[in-house]
C-alpha cells in the first residue's frame, strides 16, 4: 500500500493512519481502528482497516523535507539567495518534516521559532527590494 492516511470526518484533512486527532480541527479521529477508513492515493477507490506511519519518501513530497530545505538553505546563503528565499516562504506556507517520528501518528516538523526566522529573512528581502527600487 505504500502511503496510506486517513481523511477527518469533521474538516476533511487527510492525516496519517497512526494519528489519533485530527491535525488540523484536533477532533479524535476514531477510538477504534476497524472505524477508520484509510485512502491509498494509488488506488483512491481502496479502503483498508489502518496500518503504521506511511513511508517517508511516500507520504512527504521533496519539497516539504528536512533535508531538501536544509541543503537548500546552506547552498542558497553562500550561492544562490534565491533558493533561502524559497525555502522561507516553503516554511511559511506549510510544514517541513524531519524523517522521525513525532509519536501522535505524524512525522516531526520544524518548529515555530523556524517560522519566525523565515518571517524575519523575508521580511529583510522585501525591505531590501525596496530600497533597491526606491534607490533608482
Known amino acids: 500500500m ?7 470526518p469533521q474538516c476533511g484533512l487527510v492525516n496519517f493512519t497512526t494519528a489519533a486527532e485530527c491535525r488540523r480541527c484536533h477532533s479524535p479521529l476514531s477510538a477504534a481502528a ?3 477508513t484509510v485512502l491509498d492515493p494509488a488506488n483512491p477507490s481502496f479502503v483498508t482497516p489502518t496500518g503504521g506511519l506511511p513511508d517517508y519518501k ?6 516539504r523535507r528536512s533535508s ?3 541543503a537548500f538553505l546552506v547552498i542558497g546563503w ?3 539567495p534565491l533558493l533561502t528565499l524559497w525555502c522561507c516562504l516553503n516554511l511559511l506556507t506549510g510544514e517541513i518534516y524531519y524523517d522521525t517520528p513525532d509519536g501522535q501518528g505524524g512525522y516531526r516538523v520544524w518548529s515555530r521559532a523556524n517560522k519566525i526566522a523565515a518571517l524575519v529573512l523575508v521580511g529583510v528581502w522585501v525591505v531590501g ?4 527600487i526606491a534607490e533608482r
Open 2 to 8: 505504500g502511503n496510506a492516511n486517513i481523511r477527518c
Open 34 to 36: 476497524s472505524d477508520r
Open 58 to 63: 511516500t507520504a512527504v513530497p521533496w519539497s
Open 68 to 70: 531538501t530545505n536544509t
Open 78 to 80: 553562500f550561492l544562490c
Open 129 to 132: 527590494v525596496i530600497i533597491f
